[in-house]
T-cell receptor, first 114, second 110 residues
């Protein structure tokens, strides 16, 4: 497809389980971001990948959160031992390059921890 | 202190009102200033962007940047119910990655 694709679109999981969220960026885009969005906190930066550089993990809220980007394309965000406060919409965005003005967002994964 | 501060709202206005949305930032190196619009259950989409200081107009929307005050604004004239969305400011450039504000939720009542 032409846009950023995220899967699953919705995920309900039990507290304490691990979840994996997937992001397929636009082909050729070198920069990829993960954000978390909730009513109370708004949009929160989680992690940033740029080409082959070491990722900027400064926004990850705890060591239960990790992400990887394989082959400079698909990215997976993993949340271990999920907690109820992890419930949010997780958004992925890609940019052609880190200095570009336009970020292209996916539709997000709505995560509910029960 | 966050790099970009944006009031989360919600902001509720009657149809036809002029809306003012604002962000402040701390990094004077930013050069590009963007506004994104996000409808419910959708990802944000770029609405407009401005390079450096000044104004940019697009229909009912005007983006304004004051680099000396590190303050950016988005004005919406003759607001419509279809403008109800979350508006996110963003900035980049000067060797820094794109930074987003938290977003302001806007409701325009018919």
């Amino acid at each position: 497809g032409a846009g950023v694709s995220q899967s699953p679109s919705n995920k309900v999981t039990e507290k304490g389980k691990d979840v994996e969220l997937r992001c397929d960026p636009i082909s050729g885009h070198t920069a990829l971001y993960w954000y978390r969005q909730s009513l109370g906190q708004g949009l929160e930066f989680l992690i940033y990948f740029q080409g082959n550089s070491a990722p900027d993990k400064s926004g990850l809220p705890s060591d239960r959160f990790s992400a990887e980007r394989t082959g400079g394309s698909v990215s997976t965000l993993t949340i271990q031992r999920t907690q109820q406060e992890d419930s949010a919409v997780y958004l992925c965005a890609s940019l052609r390059n880190w200095g570009e003005t336009e970020a292209f967002f996916g539709q997000g994964t709505r995560l509910t921890v029960v | 202190q966050k790099e970009v501060e944006q009031d989360p709202g919600p902001l509720s206005v009657p149809e036809g009102a002029i809306v003012s949305l604002n962000c402040t930032y701390s990094n004077s190196a930013f050069q590009y200033f963007m506004w994104y619009r996000q409808y419910s259950r959708k990802g944000p989409e770029l609405l407009m962007y401005t390079y450096s200081s000044g104004n940019k107009e697009d229909g009912r929307f005007t983006a304004q940047v004051d680099k000396s005050s590190k303050y950016i604004s988005l004005f919406i004239r003759d607001s419509q119910p279809s403008d109800s969305a979350t508006y996110l400011c963003a900035m980049s450039g000067g060797g820094f990655k794109t930074i987003f504000g938290a977003g302001t939720r806007l409701f325009v009542k018919a």
